[in-house]
């Protein structure tokens, strides 16, 4: 697998727990890695996870926002938490990251989607993934 597919994995473990407990990102972020095995953890690796987790939880408001506008006849906070974090991860790759192709970071929340969520969750979040990418181009 690769380092920045990982990288989001761990980033969706650490939103949603952001996201359950309502605890703050750099305490969750160093309890995420004192737990994991630190051998197979890169520098490279930890730094984008972080970059990412931090990007979220920083533009959360305006990132619900904006998933919020493309949901239509969804209410954000009665979305999965799974789905609800990948779409936030994805839309921030999206709108603040432009060092990641529109293609790839929708590419990359769908899958995280389909491994981790329910069978069409790979469908919603790519539809509204798409939408905001639409909008981001106007």
Request: overall charge neutral.
């Amino acid at each position: 697998m690769r380092k920045r597919t990982k990288a989001r994995e761990y980033v969706l473990q650490m939103l949603y727990q952001v996201d359950i407990t309502r605890g703050s990102w750099e305490e969750i972020l160093e309890n995420f890695w004192a737990t994991n095995d630190q051998e197979e953890l890169s520098v490279e690796l930890k730094d984008f996870s972080a970059q990412l987790l931090q990007g979220v939880v920083s533009h959360l408001e305006e990132i619900d926002k904006k998933i919020s506008k493309y949901a239509a006849n969804w209410q954000l906070e009665r979305m999965a938490f799974v789905d609800r974090n990948i779409m936030r991860l994805g839309c921030f790759e999206l709108i603040y990251r432009a060092d990641i192709p529109p293609k790839v970071a929708i590419n990359e929340a769908v899958e995280l989607a389909k491994k981790y969520s329910g069978s069409e969750s790979g469908k919603f979040v790519n539809a509204i993934l798409d939408q905001i990418k639409i909008e981001q181009k106007k």
